[in-house]
T-cell receptor
Framework: NAGVTQTPKFRVLKTGQSMTLLCAQDMNHEYMYWYRQDPGMGLRLIHYSVGEGTTAKGEVPDGYNVSRLKKQNFLLGLESAAPSQTSVYFC???????????FGPGTRLLVL | GQQLNQSPQSMFIQEGEDVSMNCTSSSIFNTWLWYKQDPGEGPVLLIALYKAGELTSNGRLTAQFGITRKDSFLNISASIPSDVGIYFC??????????FGTGTRLTIIP
């Protein structure tokens, strides 16, 4: 099992460009999450999904959209990137909302 | 949004020393988790605590769920070079989303 994988590992964008981050998990987990990690801030939840076809807002959803068309994939989109979105993005998955979350290796995004 | 207060923010210790860090909250949690993040990687779960007062070990790591349910502690005994990284606490109530601490960065001085 690969666990949780994220694509790409690193990306540089110009302000205003768009991109999609892909998260894939092969553990048949229902729950999937997108976090951002900034220095001194810990991990903050952007959006999450409790099952295929569902999404919900987390703590810092503005400027991001997500989709969960397939159970194993959770996509995070930036429609118009801003420098404030420079961060490291982590995806996680869990079997239920109360069980352990497994994290991917992260995507480092730099917005110039 | 709520964040957990984690201290210390960073630690510089010598190999072989013991390490202690803690996490406090103004809210009660039903679950406390401790994660470790290696450089360039995602967080990995070390220990999960589900009951107030619970003391759980994982090798050289020991974590405790505070009696008040508002805090948790992590100890690492006899540190080794591979202990380097950032340690995060996280609290959870039922199936609410995890709330993460700000992290403790551990550096081991040769």
């Amino acid at each position: 099992n690969a666990g949780v994988t994220q694509t790409p590992k690193f990306r540089v964008l110009k302000t205003g460009q768009s991109m999609t981050l892909l998260c894939a998990q092969d553990m048949n987990h229902e729950y999937m999450y997108w976090y951002r990690q900034d220095p001194g801030m810990g991990l903050r939840l952007i959006h999450y999904s409790v099952g295929e076809g569902t999404t919900a807002k987390g703590e810092v959803p503005d400027g991001y959209n997500v989709s969960r068309l397939k159970k194993q994939n959770f996509l995070l989109g930036l429609e118009s990137a801003a420098p404030s979105q420079t961060s490291v993005y982590f995806c996680a998955s869990a079997n239920t909302g109360e069980e352990t979350q497994y994290f991917g290796p992260g995507t480092r995004l730099l917005v110039l | 949004g709520q964040q957990l207060n984690q201290s210390p923010q960073s630690m510089f210790i010598q190999e072989g020393e013991d390490v202690s860090m803690n996490c406090t909250s103004s809210s009660i949690f039903n679950t406390w988790l401790w994660y470790k993040q290696d450089p360039g990687e995602g967080p990995v779960l070390l220990i999960a605590l589900y009951k107030a007062g619970e003391l759980t070990s994982n090798g050289r790591l020991t974590a405790q769920f505070g009696i008040t349910r508002k805090d948790s502690f992590l100890n690492i005994s006899a540190s080794i070079p591979s202990d380097v990284g950032i340690y995060f606490c996280a609290g959870q109530r039922g199936n609410e989303k995890l709330t993460f601490g700000t992290g403790t960065r551990l550096t081991i001085i040769p």
